[in-house]
């Protein structure tokens, strides 16, 4: 199967269009030190950065820790099947009422970044419930666990594109894609290789449920992306109440002179 993969990367070049090929001052590198450097240095995109990995992590458990989960729970091959089929039907039925009240909430004032930290950590609160065991009552916690994660999903993916968005602007779409993809890819890569291995591990040593709660903490830990946010807005209040105060004091010194005059 990979064969084909190669093969197909090989022979699409040769046989498309010409004219649909991008000319070479529209293509640019898709990763460079400069991009990873920017993530890195760039305090705004360091803290998108973050928040997007750690989420990226708890998407990877999906196609690793879960299938081990699904399979642990549930013996019946149409059991394991449906909570894949659960996680693929909210997704869609619930993806346009979650993104209007995200919209809504953005309109009132809330910041794109509280936005993506809000999805990573509905996702790390539906970590625990994956450590669960066998039985009836685990196959309900299991499917409780997949309802959050999907409310989960259906917050933190499309918000994700929109965050590197806004943090790149002024820069060419691609870039802030590409900072995006590389945040993804890593994420996803380092989730599912401690899902089918860091789990397998701990659950030989009934350590399992040290991993559920590891990714809760890592989900707990994007909300240190929005203290930065906070004290500026903090700052930002109390500057506010004391030019108040100075013009309150200055309006009443001046109806006392009159007074007085």
């Known amino acids: 199967m990979s064969g084909v993969f190669v093969l197909a990367a090989i022979l699409t070049p040769l046989a498309a269009p010409a004219e649909l090929m991008l000319n070479q001052g529209s293509l640019r590198p898709p990763l460079t030190l400069g991009i990873v450097r920017e993530l890195v240095n760039t305090p705004s995109l360091r803290r998108i950065t973050l928040a997007a990995t750690l989420g990226s992590i708890l998407m990877g458990q999906f196609f690793s820790s879960f299938t081990l989960v699904f399979s642990g729970v549930a013996d019946s091959p149409l059991m394991r099947a449906l909570f894949y089929t659960l996680n693929g039907a909210l997704v869609v039925i619930i993806q346009l009422p979650v993104s209007q009240v995200v919209e809504r909430s953005l309109l009132r004032g809330s ?151």
Do not use: K
Not at 157 to 163: D, H, M, Q, R
């Open 111 to 261: 910041s794109v970044q509280s936005v993506l930290v809000a999805g990573v950590c509905i996702l790390g609160l539906s970590m625990p419930l994956f450590a669960a065991r066998s039985g009836t009552i685990g196959v309900v916690l299991v499917c409780c666990g997949v309802v959050l994660f999907s409310l989960g999903e259906t917050v933190f993916t499309p918000i994700l594109n929109v965050a590197f968005a806004n943090a790149t602007e002024g820069r060419p779409v691609v870039e802030s894609m590409n900072m995006r993809q590389i945040t993804s890819a890593a994420g996803e890569s380092i989730g599912v290789w401690a899902g089918l291995s860091l789990l397998v591990s701990l659950t030989a040593h009934q350590f399992d449920i040290l991993y559920w709660v590891g990714l809760f903490t890592l989900a707990a830990m994007t909300l240190l992306t929005l203290i930065p946010r906070l004290w500026r807005t903090n700052n930002a209040s109390i500057a506010l109440r004391v030019s108040n105060g100075d013009d309150r004091r200055s309006a009443d010194g001046e109806d006392r002179h009159r007074v007085h005059r």
